[in-house]
């Protein structure tokens, strides 16, 4: 329950921010907004956050960067963008999988209606 | 089978009068089982288009109801809305906003859409749909409304 709370509290925000600077800016400018407001909320937010990679053997292949980490266990992709589309969504599991954390939001701004997906990542 | 009370559907019908010309907007929420939908709550939302045609949930206030709901231990069953001056049947934007959008994908997948015409106010209309695609009316899929 607590994390659909904490999704509530990012679409809300999300939505204030378009609201506010509506579409059209680099994707930088919402993941700094977002994180900007959130932070002032109160919740623990890390930027950029890097997640490892490994391969089947434990080998360390590379790193993805997270737009958003929010409270050690929501992963945040954001884009800015006409339209969200397959390989975003793709995007965003890689992540969940790459790091076994099981919630992630998909936020683009760039349309001229807010878009949000959320994914749940089941460990089963 | 969409199952709902006369006092939640006379709520309906009073939120679609007061915003006449207006289409105003809503959850239903409740719960599902084999034989159809129960509605045990409504929850109207404000639509940002104020217009006549159309209808947008404004998202706050739909966080909100989505959380309520939520707290409340049901699940959305359906989206309502009226049609101030029209047959209840969906029209083109209704379908293509059930969609994300312009992808063939449903925005809620499942859910019933509950038209409620108001073109005779003293006998308002309840009709309910599956929107399945963007074909009309192939992918509209009509199902029948107990008002008890």
Known sequence: MEILRLCDVVRETSFEIHRYHRS????????????????????AIEQQYPLPVYDEDGTLL???YADLYIEKCLVVELKACRALCDEHTA???GYLRASRIEHGLLINFGAPHLQIKKYILSKS | ???LSQEQFEKIVAQGLEGKPLEICGFLAGQTSPDGKQVVG???IESDDKSELTYSMNPLQQIKAER?????????????HTHPATVPYPSKTDVARAHWGETDDLLFPGYSY???????PTSPEPRSYYINGRRIPEDIEEESVVIE
């Open chain 1, 24 to 43: 059209g800016h680099l994707e930088k400018v919402y993941e700094n907004a977002l994180a900007h407001r959130l932070s002032k909320l109160g919740y």
């Open chain 1, 62 to 64: 590379g790193d993805y």
């Open chain 1, 91 to 93: 995007q965003l599991l």
């Open chain 2, 1 to 3: 089978m969409l199952s």
């Open chain 2, 42 to 44: 409504v929850f109207p």
């Open chain 2, 68 to 80: 309520e709901i939520r707290e409340r231990g049901l699940e959305i069953v359906g989206i309502y």
């Open chain 2, 114 to 120: 509950l038209i409620v015409s108001l073109r005779e």
